[in-house]
């Protein structure tokens, strides 16, 4: 609907998944396999776009005429400027979700579109407020959910986003892991 390109998605996130979807977006699933590392000396802030740009950078296929790469990171940045990606087990999930309790932290998505002959990086920034959450509703959270996934080790959508997300100020759609309008716009750079 939003671009006259065949959308190539290096993601295997679901909730990008159906966010295009819902958008009226086509697209063909590519696989990209990226060791999700980062130079120590980056800014916290530009994580998300180093990250995405090479995960596109790993796409070892040639994007055709009429072809646009989207890749996309998400990052959480907690108030004292801790980078949380995906935890790697319960217990890391079960730490993470101690940090941001009570807190406010910042949820960063960057996307970037590659087409044969340019590339677009943008991000967009949230600011989400978490509620106090007991270390039994955490720990209920982690074991009956699947935070391995989701970068800070949560879901707003899910239930701990339900009952313990105070507030936010930014895009919803950017903590779900893909700002649909900072999408919208970039592929009107491309039509």
């Known amino acids: 609907m939003f671009s006259s390109y065949e959308i190539l998605l290096g993601s295997n996130s679901p909730r990008r998944k159906e966010l295009l979807k819902i958008m009226g977006i086509r697209f063909t699933h590519v696989n990209i396999n990226t060791k999700e590392t980062y130079p120590d000396s980056l800014s916290p802030i530009h994580i998300a776009s180093y990250l995405s740009v090479l995960k596109s950078q790993q796409y070892n296929k040639k994007i055709a005429n009429k072809q646009l790469l989207l890749t996309a990171d998400t990052i959480v940045l907690t108030y004292s400027n801790k980078v949380l990606g995906k935890p790697k087990n319960k217990q890391s999930a079960v730490n993470m ?95």
């Open 97 to 191: 979700l101690n940090l941001l309790s009570g807190k406010k932290h910042k949820v960063i998505t960057a996307i970037t579109l590659t087409n044969n002959r340019k590339q677009l990086t943008k991000s967009c920034s949230t600011t989400v407020y978490f509620n106090p959450i007991k270390r039994e509703y955490i720990n209920f959270y982690v074991n009956n959910f699947n935070p391995i996934d989701k970068a800070g080790a949560y879901g707003i959508q899910e239930w701990i986003g339900l009952h313990f997300i105070k507030k936010i100020d930014g895009s919803y759609f950017n903590v779900v892991g893909l700002p649909t309008h900072l999408l919208k716009e970039m592929l009107q750079d491309f039509s």
